[in-house]
């Protein structure tokens, strides 16, 4: 019974800078990752950024490579998104997101073990983000 929740959202002109955050409890294993994804009409749900527990590893999406951050806070169980140089595409609605199925993620993503598709067991109620001037 994960609980996620959500901070941070809001409107920003483009090339601005917003910190998103995420609080879970309710984990069961020692081992989890969490990450944002991100919801666009029209458009399907994009995995953004991805981090694990314990190691730190980190995948982000091409289209937020050197613009975005994610990082966490172990002992709170916390997860942070830092966007910076935010443009009009990178709109929309940030979901955070957590699983703690260590096979399956690593099956999903081997190197990392920190995937970007969509099935995670987890999720936050959203966060929107508006980015225009």
């Known amino acids: 019974q994960l609980q996620l929740v959500e901070s941070g959202g809001g409107l920003v002109q483009p090339g601005g800078s917003l910190r998103l955050s995420c609080a879970a409890s309710?984990?069961?294993?020692?081992?989890?990752?969490m990450a944002w994804f991100r919801q666009t009409p029209g458009k399907a749900r994009e995995g953004v950024a991805c981090?694990?527990?314990?190691?730190?590893?980190?995948n982000y999406a091409d289209s937020v490579k050197g613009r975005f951050t994610i990082s966490r806070d172990a002992a709170k169980n916390t997860v942070f998104l830092q966007m910076d140089n935010l443009k009009p595409e990178d709109t929309g609605v940030y979901y955070c997101?957590?699983?703690?199925?260590?096979?399956?993620?690593?099956?999903?993503?081997?190197?990392?073990?920190?995937?970007?598709?969509?099935?995670?067991?987890?999720w936050g109620q959203g966060a929107r983000v508006t980015v225009s001037s």
């Open positions: 997101a957590a699983d703690e199925n260590v096979l399956a993620l690593f099956r999903r993503e081997p190197i990392t073990g920190c995937p970007l598709t969509p099935d995670f067991d987890s």
């Open positions: 309710g984990f069961t294993r020692n081992y989890y990752v």
């Open positions: 981090v694990t527990s314990r190691d730190g590893n980190t």
